[in-house]
């Protein structure tokens, strides 16, 4: 089992539709959770970090469920530019030192 | 602000051949990481430098070396290039890897094919 695991899509959306990718993680001692983006060919850039409340900005909310170990990203009214490949990364862990581990990845592509 | 500057950007490569890909940040961080990109299998860690001085192996690192040449700089190289090191390779850096919530910042990356 991948340590973190994303549905890899594609995801075909209508402009405006609401769409929500899901992320699991094996290690329940992992301690911080992000959201990356990534255009085609280009670098992963951070979207939004998790926090344990849940957060929202703008169109975007994420949630964590340490429970059932389980992130969430939400996207509200869709955009044409919302088009990309969305990581979801774990950070941490009783491993001692820094991890990250990256989920391959899910793709979003938003139609007019 | 240039932040992760990686060299080069694209390279062909005979299988046998050697490189060195090149990686330097501005932002005065510690930690440096080398990752390599796969269709379907995310992003792997290949060797990291947690500061200066220091570097040691993530998930792949076989077939690779690196060097921690300063604070700002951290080299990839591959000695004896295969067709399975064919792959998008992007640098990295984190102010304190001590600290699991901070932001990871890449480099653009290089698209690297071994025939």
């Known amino acids: 089992r991948k340590e973190v695991e994303q549905d890899p899509g594609p995801f075909n959306v209508p402009e405006g539709a609401t769409v929500a990718f899901n992320c699991t993680y094996s290690n329940s001692a992992s301690q911080s959770f992000f959201w990356y983006r990534q255009d085609c060919r280009k670098e992963p850039k951070l979207l939004m970090s998790?926090?344990?409340s849940g957060n929202e900005d703008g169109r975007f909310t994420a949630q964590l469920n340490r429970a059932s170990q389980y992130i969430s990203l939400l996207i509200r009214d869709s955009k044409l530019s919302d088009s990309a490949t969305y990581l979801c990364?774990?950070?941490?862990?009783?491993?001692?030192?820094?991890?990250?581990?990256f989920g391959a990845g899910t793709r979003l592509f938003v139609k007019a | 602000n240039a932040g992760v500057t990686q060299t080069p950007k694209f390279q062909v490569l005979k299988t046998g051949q050697s490189m060195t890909l090149q990686c330097a940040q501005d932002m005065n961080h510690n930690s440096m990481y080398w990752y390599r990109q796969d269709p379907g299998m995310g992003l792997r860690l290949i060797y990291y430098s947690a500061s200066e001085g220091t570097t040691d192996k993530g998930e792949v690192p076989n077939g690779y070396n690196v060097s921690r040449l300063n604070k700002r700089e951290f080299s990839l190289r591959l000695e004896s290039a295969a067709p399975s090191q064919t792959s998008v390779y992007f640098c990295a850096s984190i102010q304190d890897s001590g600290y699991s919530g901070n932001t990871i910042y890449f480099g653009e990356g290089s698209w690297l094919t071994v025939v």
């Open positions: 998790v926090y344990s």
């Open positions: 990364v774990v950070n941490g862990g009783n491993t001692g030192g820094f991890k990250t581990i």
